[in-house]
C-alpha cells in the first residue's frame, strides 16, 4: 500500500511574554496581601502565613481577599486594591 | 472550502502505521483514532459549511485560538462523520462561554466530564441514540461527538490527562457523554424549548458533569412515589454540596409514570428541588460540613441545586425497566460552571 499523509491535531498555544516584578530585598515594612482561593481552610493557612511574616520578616501588615472561587483568576477589585495597597502579594493553589 | 489547510503533515506507511503514529504522539484518548486525511478533514469543513481559518472559538485562560480545522481534525480522528461536525462545532462554541468557565470544569480534582444534550430535528436525523443503554456504547453519533470535543480539549486547548486535567478520579464520560432527548415519546417540552428556542432549532446543551446516578423504583405507580425515591437517593448522594445545577434523566416507564399524573417538566423541577434539602445538621453530622451542631441547624434547609429552574429535566432512556437517573454538575458552584445551550448551525454561510 502506497504511503500518504496525515494533518497534525495539535496547536502551540500562543506565546506570551511573562516577566516578574523585582523581588524585595525584605519584608521589612512591606504590607503584604493575601489571595484566598476560598478551598476549604485555605484562609487559616493564609493568615498563618500572614502571622509568620510580621512575626518572622518584619512585614508591617497583610491584607486578606477572597476570590469568587477557586476556579476564576483574582477579580479586578483585587487586582485593583492590590495595585493601591501592597507591596507584595502571596497566592497560591491548595486542594 | 477554498482555502488551504494549513496543519503540518506527516508520511505514514499504511493505516496502521498512522493509527501508531498518532499513539505516539501523544493524541488519542487511549483508544485508536482514524488518521486525519486531508481529503477526510476537507469533507468534515465543507458538511458544516467551513473555512479551515474560521475560529470557532478563543479559550482565554489557555490563550488558544480553535480554529474550523483543527476542530475537524480532531472530529475525524474521532470517527466522527462529516455531518455531526456542526454538533462538534456548537459544543465547542460553548466550552469558551464564560458562563462554562472552561478552567474549572477541565482542570479541577472534581473529574467533571462534558455533558452533551442533543435537542431538535437533528437529534433523530443523525441518530443520536435517546432510548435504550442510553449512555451505553453502539451509536456513532454519540460516542464519536462527544470523543471528537474531548479530542478537540485534549489536542488543541492542552487539557491533559495528569498536567492540566487533574480529575482524581473523573469517570467513563470523559470518553464521549453525549445523549438525546426522547422528543418523540416525551410528554414534556424538550430542553431547548424550555431555555427559549424553538422546537424547530436544533442544540446541543453541554454542562460540566459528573457520572451519571442510577435509581430505582419499580413500586410506585405515582409521580410523588418515584420522584420520591429519586430525591431519596439524590440528596445522600455526598457530592461537594455545591453542584450548580442537575439534570434528571427520566426513562420510559417513570417517564410515563409521572406524565400519567399530569406532572409537568416545572412540577417535577420544583418537588425535585423541595424535596433534596438537607438540614445543616445533617449535613455536620456526616463531616460533609464542618463545625459544631447548633440548634438551629436542626431546622436550617439546605438545597442541592440554587433553583428549581436549576435542575435540569430530560426524558431519554430506554422504554422498559424502573431505572432513571440524576447527574450532578460539576462541584465548583454556579459563578464557577453553568450549563450553555447552543444552536446547532448546520451548514453556514
Known amino acids: 500500500m502506497a504511503g500518504f499523509e496525515i494533518l497534525d491535531p495539535t496547536v502551540e498555544p500562543r506565546k506570551q511574554p511573562v516577566t516578574y516584578v523585582p523581588r524585595p530585598d525584605s519584608l ?34 497583610y491584607k486578606l481577599w477572597r476570590k469568587h472561587n477557586a476556579s476564576v483568576p483574582a477579580h479586578d477589585e483585587i487586582i485593583d486594591e492590590a495595585r493601591r495597597g501592597v507591596d507584595c502579594v502571596v497566592a497560591g493553589v491548595g486542594d | ?29 487511549g483508544l485508536p483514532v482514524v488518521p486525519p486525511t486531508e481529503r477526510a478533514v476537507g469533507a468534515m469543513l465543507d458538511a458544516a459549511g467551513l473555512e479551515p ?45 464564560p ?31 435517546s432510548g435504550d443503554n442510553l449512555f451505553g456504547p453502539g451509536w456513532r453519533a454519540n460516542a464519536t461527538t462527544g470523543r471528537a470535543v474531548r479530542l478537540v480539549m485534549r489536542n488543541v ?24 432527548e426522547n422528543e418523540r415519546e416525551s410528554p414534556w417540552p424538550p430542553l431547548h424549548v424550555q431555555r427559549g428556542f424553538k422546537a424547530e432549532q436544533s442544540t446541543v446543551t453541554v454542562m460540566s458533569a459528573e457520572g451519571p446516578h442510577q435509581f430505582y423504583n419499580q413500586l ?25 445545577q442537575y439534570v434528571v434523566v427520566l426513562a420510559g416507564e417513570h417517564m410515563r409514570t409521572i406524565a400519567n399524573d399530569g406532572w409537568s417538566k416545572a412540577d417535577i423541577q420544583k418537588f425535585v428541588y423541595e424535596n433534596t434539602q438537607n438540614s445543616v445538621a445533617h449535613l455536620k453530622r456526616v ?26 429535566v430530560v426524558a431519554a432512556g ?13 462541584a465548583g458552584g454556579k459563578k464557577s460552571s453553568q450549563s450553555i445551550t447552543k444552536v446547532i448551525q448546520e451548514r453556514r454561510a
Not at chain 2, 480545522?69 to 480532531?74: R, T
Not at chain 2, 482524581?168 to 445523549?179: D, Q
Open chain 2, 287 to 312: 463531616e460533609r460540613l464542618a463545625g459544631a451542631i447548633t440548634p438551629a441547624d436542626e431546622t436550617t434547609l439546605r438545597s442541592m441545586a440554587p433553583s428549581p429552574e436549576d435542575v435540569l
Open chain 2, 53 to 97: 481559518d474560521k475560529e470557532v472559538c478563543f479559550i482565554t485562560n489557555r490563550q488558544v485560538a480553535v480554529s474550523a480545522e483543527k476542530v475537524a481534525v480532531n472530529a475525524v480522528m474521532a470517527g466522527c462523520l462529516p455531518e455531526y461536525m456542526p454538533v462538534v462545532v456548537a459544543a465547542v462554541e460553548a466550552l469558551a462561554d
Open chain 2, 318 to 330: 430506554g422504554r422498559a425497566g424502573a431505572f432513571s437517573c440524576y447527574i450532578p454538575g460539576w
Open chain 2, 99 to 129: 458562563k462554562w468557565g472552561y478552567h474549572g470544569p477541565a482542570t479541577s480534582t472534581g473529574g467533571a466530564a462534558v455533558l452533551m444534550i442533543v435537542n431538535g430535528p437533528i437529534a433523530e436525523r443523525l441518530s443520536f441514540n
Open chain 2, 220 to 244: 410506585s405507580a405515582t409521580a410523588k412515589g418515584v420522584l420520591t425515591s429519586l430525591c431519596d437517593d439524590m440528596k445522600h448522594h455526598a457530592s461537594t454540596n455545591g453542584q450548580p
Open chain 2, 157 to 180: 486547548i492542552g487539557t491533559l490527562p495528569g498536567l492540566l486535567d487533574r480529575g482524581t478520579v473523573a469517570h467513563p464520560g470523559k470518553y464521549s457523554y453525549v445523549i438525546a
Open chain 2, 1 to 29: 472550502m477554498t482555502t488551504q489547510l494549513t496543519s503540518k503533515r506527516y508520511a505514514v506507511e499504511d493505516p496502521a502505521h498512522a493509527i501508531e503514529f498518532c499513539y505516539q504522539q501523544g493524541w488519542t484518548d
Open chain 1, 28 to 61: 521589612e515594612g512591606k504590607r503584604i496581601g493575601l489571595v484566598e482561593n476560598t478551598k476549604f481552610n485555605s484562609d487559616k493557612l493564609l493568615i498563618k502565613i500572614g502571622d509568620l511574616l510580621k512575626q518572622e520578616y518584619g512585614a508591617a501588615e
